[in-house]
């Protein structure tokens, strides 16, 4: 059983940045793909970014240019540098990670990030 802890979340006003961590610990099998989601108020759980073991990334639009996803392979750990932040940032951010082997996907228990007009 893969347990990933989030950090990070915090109140900033708009414009700023945000550094969310995330370390995954315990199971079998080795992540392949880890990124983060992230659920607004009234609003369905999105993707924001992904990245795999080949460092091969994935954006969402809304957050193209601004957001950069990181990782470190030997921590198992992954980062996310939030950068010109909006309040339509604002969420519960939710760290993801998803084994190679038969693919099965673990979830963090979230940090707020709210961002201040």
């Known amino acids: 059983q893969v347990q990933l802890m989030e950090s990070g979340g915090d109140l900033v006003q708009a414009g700023g940045s945000l550094r969310l961590s995330c370390a995954a610990s315990?199971?079998?099998?080795?992540?392949?793909?880890m990124g983060w989601y992230r659920q607004g108020p009234g609003k369905q759980r999105e993707l924001v970014a992904t990245?795999?073991?080949?460092?091969?990334?994935y954006y969402a639009d809304s957050v193209k240019g601004r957001f950069t996803i990181s990782r470190d392979e030997v921590k198992n750990t992954v980062f996310l540098q939030m950068n010109s932040l909006k309040p339509e940032d604002t969420a519960v951010y939710y760290c993801?990670?998803?084994?190679?082997?038969?693919?099965?996907?673990?979830w963090g228990q979230g940090t707020q990030v709210t961002v201040s007009s």
């Open positions: 990245i795999n073991k080949g460092a091969g990334t």
């Open positions: 993801y990670a998803r084994t190679g082997y038969l693919s099965v996907a673990y």
């Open positions: 315990g199971g079998s099998f080795s992540i392949d793909v």
